[in-house]
């Protein structure tokens, strides 16, 4: 379970832990909560735990010393775990730093859990590739693409009109656009309805989230831009709908807690209990469905202009944005001023042998991912 100390992580270890006895559980990786990484380790059981940073080795060792759990630092040894020859892996990283641990896992055969949405939008067609290649399965975690994934079982993707993911407006659905300048970090990492780790938080505040998300539908169902729509949806219990050539609209509906959708990967092709909650419709009432807002969220045009222009722009789409939001974090930048730095590395970087141009291969996706990490700084530093 790679990332197994963060939000989506922790969601899997509590499904894992409370049927211990149905699993045999390889390995664990996190980064600096040593402590949590370490108990999990010996509450799961786990053959191996991994943390991605060598600095915290020894801490590691302490912490396990004694319990048989054998112990790795640094971002190789996080690669290696993927080597191990298990059924199911959990991708649970966030950021790009996923995206070698995740194809290391689809090379040996693995069925992959896929939360790290940075991966697909960073290299999607690599990462399909190297699952087609190696005849391994990759299953969506991120609560729209499970749905969308559920909606479309035994269905025929040529009866397929679109894909629609909701969105909850975030944090500032109801801010006044031109306060929005203003949003500080606090403000922007609190969610209306999930809880979930502090960055994805503020990247559904400036649906920088629903953006990634889009080019992810794009990449793992493989539909074109014009097929994927987004559509504000406060309550967060309609995760998408898949709209077919006779108009029927398949929805997925559940409450906003990502157990399910890992639950759902992990018990793949079958159904099987989770502890969630179930809903209560006529408690619930009514839905509201509205369509989004596109000058306060200039996070969706940049998709619409990634998925257009393929190649390497995911990549520096992606690496734009987590540098800008590191940006936002350390106080360098104001929060509208994320989207003004992804969309000016863009622009950067699309020109001279621009994105389409170069063969994508995972060595000229790392290196578009640094480069975009050095423009999107270069272009920050302007605007602080
Ligand atoms: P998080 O920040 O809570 O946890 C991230 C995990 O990755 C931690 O275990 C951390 O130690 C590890 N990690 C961080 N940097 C790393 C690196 N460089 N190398 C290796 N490991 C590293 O994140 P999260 O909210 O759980 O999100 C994880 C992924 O799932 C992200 O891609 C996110 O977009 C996606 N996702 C999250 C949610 C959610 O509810 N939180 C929902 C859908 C999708
Ligand atoms: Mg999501």
Same mark, same amino acid.
């Given at each position: 379970m790679f990332g197994a100390t963060g939000s989506v992580g922790q969601s899997a270890v509590d499904l894992i832990a409370r %049927? /211990? !006895? @149905?699993? !045999?559980?390889v390995a664990l990786t996190g980064g600096r909560n040593i402590a949590k990484l370490a @108990?999990?380790?010996? #509450? /799961?059981?786990? *053959?191996?735990? =991994?943390t991605c940073y060598p600095d915290c080795y020894d801490e590691l060792k302490d912490a396990l010393s004694g319990t048989g759990i054998a112990v790795a630092a640094g971002d190789t040894a996080?690669?290696? #775990? #993927?080597?191990?020859?298990? %059924?199911?892996a959990l991708s649970a990283i966030i950021g790009s730093a996923g995206l070698v641990p995740g194809m290391t896992a689809l090379e040996h055969g693995t069925t992959l859990a896929l939360a790290n949405k940075e991966s697909l939008v960073t290299a999607g067609p690599l990462l399909m590739a190297r699952a087609k290649a190696a005849g391994a399965t990759i299953l969506p975690v991120d609560s729209e693409h499970s749905a969308v994934f559920q909606a479309l079982v035994g269905e025929d993707m040529a009866a397929v009109e679109r894909v629609i993911i909701t969105a909850s407006g975030g944090a500032f659905r109801d801010w006044p656009k031109d306060q929005l300048a203003t949003a500080t970090l606090a403000q922007a990492s609190s969610h209306p309805n999930w809880d979930m780790g502090q960055r994805i938080t503020i990247d559904s505040a400036s649906m920088f989230n629903k953006a990634m998300e889009l080019i992810e539908t794009k990449e793992f169902f493989g539909v074109p831009s014009s097929m994927i729509e987004v559509l504000v949806h406060r309550e967060s219990l309609i995760h998408a $709908?898949?709209?077919? *050539? %006779?108009? #029927? /609209? $398949?929805?997925? =509906?559940? +409450? +906003? !807690?990502m157990r399910h959708a890992i639950g759902y990967a992990l018990h793949w092709p079958d159904r099987k209990h989770l502890p969630v909650e179930r809903l209560d419709l006529a408690k619930i009432g009514s839905l509201t469905f509205e369509a989004p807002d596109e000058d306060r969220y200039p996070a969706l045009a940049l998709a619409r202009f990634v998925m257009e222009t393929g190649g390497l722009a995911g990549a520096v789409f992606n690496a734009a944005k987590e540098r800008a939001l590191d940006g936002f974090i350390a106080g360098d930048i104001g929060f509208l001023q994320m989207s003004a730095v992804v969309a000016g590395t863009l622009d950067k970087m699309s020109s001279g042998d621009g994105l389409q141009l170069r063969d994508m291969t995972l060595d000229s996706v790392l290196e578009a991912d640094r480069l975009a990490r050095i423009y999107a700084g270069e272009i920050m530093k302007k605007l602080g």
């Open positions: %049927d /211990l !006895d @149905s699993y !045999d559980v @108990s999990d380790a010996i #509450a /799961l059981r786990a *053959n191996l735990a =991994v996080i690669a290696e #775990a #993927a080597t191990h020859h298990v %059924d199911w $709908m898949v709209g077919f *050539n %006779d108009g #029927a /609209l $398949m929805a997925h =509906v559940g +409450p +906003p !807690d």
